[in-house]
T-cell receptor
Framework: AQSVAQPEDQVNVAEGNPLTVKCTYS??????LFWYVQYPNRGLQFLLK??????LVKGSYGFEAEFNKSQTSFHLKKPSALVSDSALYFC??????????????FGRGTSLIVHP | EADIYQTPRYLVIGTGKKITLECSQT?????MYWYQQDPGMELHLIHY???????EKGDLSSESTVSRIRTEHFPLTLESARPSHTSQYLC???????????????FGPGTRLTVL
């Protein structure tokens, strides 16, 4: 079975400060890892993903995420937060191994609030 | 922007009515999904499909049904709506390929359903 934990329901940060949204996962074998963002009254939008290779993944809107295999983590980061980054962020995982039958599992979501 | 569409965006109906929520994608993705999400909360997978004539129930028990007669179309039907069905319904699609596809999901804008 696979699972994702987002330990913080809410993260508060001041505009201009760095932000981190945490995600840890459990999966059999190597993972595909994803981050999605959801703005109010919208569907989710893909931000970035890790498949293989460089542990630091860069994505949309200046976000990046660091894959740490030993800690089974995939934390989302941004060097300088913007008020417009305020949204709900979801981490997701599925097994890397081949086969189209796997369904990604989502975390519970973390609400990011960036204060002016 | 992802080419996945949901109609209607908002629906208010009375108890006992039959409703169908529409979802269409033009990306040719084999896999499609329905999620239920209360505002600002976690996603619950209620149905998914691997392709035409394939439908599966998700993690959350649901009184809805789905069909997949065409690749691009994945409607969700409630035979008799109840107030407990009031929620947001998100449709998504993805494509897995053993040559590099990673099941990145593309989400529609959602249908917000209110049952009185």
């Amino acid at each position: 079975a696979q699972s994702v934990a987002q330990p913080e329901d809410q993260v508060n940060v001041a505009e201009g400060n760095p932000l981190t949204v945490k995600c840890t996962y459990s999966v059999s074998g190597n993972p595909y890892l994803f981050w999605y963002v959801q703005y109010p009254n919208r569907g989710l939008q893909f931000l970035l993903k890790y498949i293989t290779g460089d542990n630091l993944v860069k994505g949309s809107y200046g976000f990046e995420a660091e894959f740490n295999k030993s800690q089974t983590s995939f934390h989302l980061k941004k060097p300088s937060a913007l008020v417009s980054d305020s949204a709900l962020y979801f981490c997701a995982v599925r097994p890397l191994r081949s086969g189209g039958s796997y369904i990604p599992t989502f975390g519970r979501g973390t609400s990011l609030i960036v204060h002016p | 922007e992802a080419d996945i569409y949901q109609t209607p965006r908002y629906l208010v109906i009375g108890t006992g009515k039959k409703i169908t929520l529409e979802c269409s994608q033009t990306m040719g993705h084999d896999k499609m999904y329905w999620y239920q999400q209360d505002p600002g909360m976690e996603l619950h997978l209620i149905h998914y499909s691997y392709g035409v004539n394939s439908t599966e129930k998700g993690d959350l028990s649901s009184e809805s049904t789905v069909s997949r007669i065409r690749t691009e179309h994945f409607p969700l039907t409630l035979e008799s709506a109840r107030p407990s069905h009031t929620s947001q319904y998100l449709c998504a699609s993805s494509e897995y390929s053993p040559f590099g596809g990673s099941d990145t999901q593309y989400f529609g804008p959602g249908t917000r359903l209110t049952v009185l």
